[in-house]
């Protein structure tokens, strides 16, 4: 029979569509593989290309020493400008402002055919300190609320290029569904005393049943209800309201523990469309008791149809449980190659 579950964090009930329900490897995308080459000369992310790109913010090595790894340009087609003046308006019910803040392009790699999934975990962990800069640096504005970190991989999650690249948009104002999951942790926390990302963190480790991967800093796992396929979140294990918080130990783990759960859905399901986001507390919120920052994988295995849009409720033809084992069982020890 079929199962509603609600997500602890969110308050949504789930459908797991049990009646339907999928076996995990019949997501797999059993697609040609696509042979990707390793630079495009029209693409201006390569190397060698990198006067096709709008102004560098920054790059890895900083120093200009050899090659690149890293580079941070400003979005060619940015959604805000940092030139614009974040003015109110307000109208009786309308409400507008300058569109100010920053979007960056972070360039995940010189190389057009290596995704992170297939990536050294030592290059990946540059790429986290990247994000850990801009965040750092765009928080000590006071014109900046909020900073999101995120990746499109592929069509159907919205990337427009194919060379791996990351975002960062900041902006001046904190969005309603990030306010409400802010104000939905602060809720627990006064209600029982204690964050509700440690409580389910430490519940999901004892149980096992859904978790991925663990190590000493950080927990990959399906959530009891996942609103969608292999929807993996990855916490961190210590305590820390904000992305920025995070230490050069946990860097490198996170980076291990990034690249293998991306390997694990690469070579399990066929290299999906995925979206991953950094869901973390704006600077207001630094140092807070009753928040968790945390990294939101989400394949695109399914799409979001009329029942979803019309309820705000979501079906999953996969057991959590069931993604879960299928995804401990994909080994990709070998996926990163040689640093």
């Known amino acids: ?5 609600q997500n602890y964090f969110t308050k949504e009930w789930v459908i797991i569509a049990t009646e339907r329900a999928k076996r995990p490897e019949d997501l797999a995308l059993h697609r040609p593989p696509k042979v990707v080459p390793d630079s495009v000369e029209t693409c201006p992310f390569c190397a060698g290309n990198e006067n096709k790109t709008p102004p560098e ?34 109208h009786r019910s309308r409400r507008s402002m300058g569109g100010f803040g920053v979007h960056d392009v972070i360039i995940d790699t010189p190389v057009h055919s290596h995704a992170i999934a ?20 765009l928080s000590l504005d006071p014109r900046i609320a909020h900073v999101t970190i995120f990746k499109n991989h592929g069509g159907d999650a919205g990337a427009s290029l194919e060379h791996p690249h990351s975002q960062l948009i900041a902006t001046p104002v904190i969005s309603h569904q990030v306010r409400e999951r802010f104000t939905q942790a602060l809720n627990h926390y006064d209600e029982y005393g204690e964050c509700m990302f440690c409580q389910t963190l430490q519940e999901e480790i004892e149980d096992k049943e859904r978790v991925v991967l663990l190590t000493d800093h950080f927990a990959a796992l399906e959530q009891y209800a996942s609103p969608s396929p292999f929807s993996t979140p990855i916490y961190p294990r210590r305590h820390m309201a904000s992305f920025g918080d995070i230490s050069a130990v946990e860097i490198a783990d996170l980076a291990r523990v990034l690249r293998t759960v991306l390997a694990k859905l690469y070579h399990g399901l066929g290299n999906p469309d995925f979206n991953f986001t950094i869901r973390s507390a704006p600077a207001e919120y630094v140092g807070v008791k009753h928040f968790h920052w945390y990294i939101s994988i989400i394949p695109r295995l399914t799409r979001v149809a009329g029942f979803e ?8 033809t996969v057991l959590p449980e069931a993604a879960a084992e299928f995804l401990r069982n994909v080994k990709v020890e070998m ?5």
């Open 1 to 5: 029979m079929p199962e509603l579950r």
């Open 57 to 90: 913010v920054m790059r890895v090595p900083a120093d200009g020493s050899g090659p690149w790894q890293v580079r941070v340009v400003a979005n060619k087609f940015a959604a805000l400008s940092p030139a614009a003046q974040p003015i109110r308006t307000i």
């Open 118 to 137: 297939t990536m050294p975990d030592a290059h990946v962990a540059n790429l986290l300190r990247v994000y850990k800069s801009r965040y750092d640096a």
């Open 309 to 316: 849009l019309g309820s705000g409720m979501f079906i999953n």
């Open 335 to 339: 996926a990163a190659g040689a640093s």
